[in-house]
């Protein structure tokens, strides 16, 4: 199914559904999460929210989209500008996809980075994949994942992924009570895998999924990421 299709299927919303739905929600901001995913990703994020306790009224996972990043930032765009146009739209909309062999990756960095309202739409990208920050809750490495004759850079992060998480399966349903003790050495390892990856002028291997993360555990007392 194409992201038109999924985006004609969005109901308009009423007035009265309107004001409900803004009854429900919590003082801070409302967000939208665009992923790449159709389950690991989203799966991931509502463990996150439901154990931070964050009112699900606030923040919408979206996985629906075309797993290719130029096709998420489009869609996340649309979606931003049919909520506005509600007068109930989005304080902040993050695009969580791989770099792993999208040829749109590129480009979908250089279109968020251009989008209005500065600040609003921000990348969460992962090279090679999701998994990376999966694998940073148990071990710290700056080591590069490569496409090989047996699979893509992402199945070489699953195949050491797994060497401490052996049941590890994309869609598991409990991807993040499996991995949530180990959240805030996870962040760390992503911060220092980032500024070396920085230093060294390369991506391979980094992930911004830490920037998302404490964003929402900090939703609840600041209004910026």
């Known amino acids: 199914m194409g992201t038109d299709d999924l985006f004609s299927k969005r109901k308009a919303k009423s007035a009265k559904q309107l004001a409900r739905k803004k009854a429900s929600r919590a003082s801070y901001d ?14 991931y994020f509502c463990g996150l929210i439901n154990d931070l306790e964050i009112n699900s009224a606030n923040v919408e996972i ?6 290719s990043p130029g096709r998420i930032v489009e869609y ?3 979606l931003y500008t049919a909520e506005k146009k509600t007068g109930d739209g989005y304080d902040k909309v993050f695009c969580v996809f791989d770099k792993d062999s999208h040829q ?3 480009t979908a960095l250089r279109s968020i980075q251009a989008l209005s309202p500065n600040g609003v739409f921000i990348a969460i990208n992962s090279v090679p994949c999701f998994e990376f920050w999966l694998l940073l809750h148990y071990v710290f490495t700056t ?9 893509s850079s ?9 060497k401490y998480l052996a049941d590890y399966e994309k ?14 050495q996870a962040i760390a390892y992503s911060k220092r895998v980032l500024a070396q990856a920085e230093e060294s002028n390369t991506d391979n291997p980094s992930t911004l999924l830490h920037v998302l993360v404490e964003f929402l555990q900090n939703i609840k007392i600041i209004k910026d990421v």
């Not at 409302?30 to 799966?43: A, D, F, M, Q, Y």
């Not at 080591?143 to 699979?151: E, N, Q, R, T, Y």
């Not at 349903?173 to 499996?178: L, P, W």
């Open 30 to 43: 409302r967000v939208l999460i665009v992923c790449e995913g159709s389950k690991t990703e989203p799966n």
């Open 62 to 67: 979206d996985g629906d989209c075309d797993s």
């Open 76 to 78: 996340a765009k649309r």
């Open 104 to 106: 749109s990756y590129d």
């Open 143 to 151: 080591k590069p994942f490569m496409a090989d004759g047996k699979g």
């Open 154 to 162: 992402c199945a070489s992060v699953i195949v050491e992924l797994k």
């Open 171 to 184: 869609g598991d349903n409990d991807i993040y009570a499996e991995v949530a003790g180990q959240t805030e």
